[in-house]
Structure formats: C-alpha cells, structure tokens
C-alpha cells in the first residue's frame, strides 16, 4: 500500500478552495457582503492589530507575558508529552516481561518462550559474557546453539 498521508491535507484544502469560490459567487449575485457588520469590525480589528505588531505598539509587560505565557504552555505540552510517552514505555515493558518470563499454553500449562521473545533481551549469562566491544564470546553462541 503506498503512503496516502497527503491525499487527506489536499482534498480539505481542494474543498475549502471549492465552497469560497462558491460563496464569493453566492455573495456577488447579492449586492451587499454576508454578514456585512460582523465582517467589517472583523476587519477594522485585522488591521489594528496588524498595525500593532507591525509598529511594534505592544507594551513590554505584554510581549513579555505572551513570551511567558507561550514558553510555559509549550513546556507542559512536552512535559506531557513525555509523561505519556514513559508511561506507555512502561507499559509495552511490563506487556513483554510477562509474555517472555511466563508464556501460557491455552491449557493453562506453563510454556517456554518464542525463540522471537528471547531474542528481545539477553539473558544474565549472555550479558556476563560479552566483551566490550559488545560482541558474544564462541561460549555463549555454542550454548545458545545447545538450547535451541
């Protein structure tokens, strides 16, 4: 299957396009605009605001508090974003400890773990026994062989 992750940002963007045309062309049959009150305050508030941050027209008190407020909403964004992460960290671990020490036949009988589950995490001995370039002594590969 191939990557259709921006068919979706493309058909919303096709379809916005596609309902201001037809309303720009629903608006210009009429001879006033839609919402002529609201949208004209709307647009003396865009420029106001566009002249004050344009001319640099904020206080510093204010810059200072948007900078504060931005920067500390951000942190806790990714302090949360963190959390969650470690939290499901903990959990994928706690999921795969269970299913490599104690694997369960649909008996109920105790089962050895998928040569796939024991290649997850080296066992004490396997550990113990590397060099420290990180690489297994002939050792360990002939009683990893033994055990299959």
Request: aromatic residues 8%; charged residues 25%.
């Amino acid at each position: 299957m191939s990557d259709m992750s921006g068919i979706a940002p493309f058909l919303f963007g096709l379809v916005g396009i596609a309902l201001f045309v037809c309303f720009r062309l629903f608006e210009s049959t009429r001879e006033e605009r839609f919402l002529s009150k609201a949208r004209d305050a709307f647009d003396r508030l865009t420029v106001r605001l566009y002249r004050t941050a344009v001319l640099g027209d904020i206080p510093r008190v204010y810059r200072v508090w948007a900078h504060h407020t931005v920067r500390g909403a951000l942190h806790l964004a990714v302090v949360s974003l963190v959390s969650l992460l470690r939290k499901t960290e903990r959990l994928l671990f706690r999921i795969s400890r269970r299913m490599y020490s104690t694997g369960v036949k649909s008996n109920g009988a105790p089962r050895a773990p998928s040569p796939f589950l024991k290649t997850i995490s080296p066992r004490h001995e396997d550990a113990a026994s590397r060099d420290t370039s990180g690489e297994r002594s002939e050792n360990t590969e002939n009683s990893l062989q033994s055990d299959q």
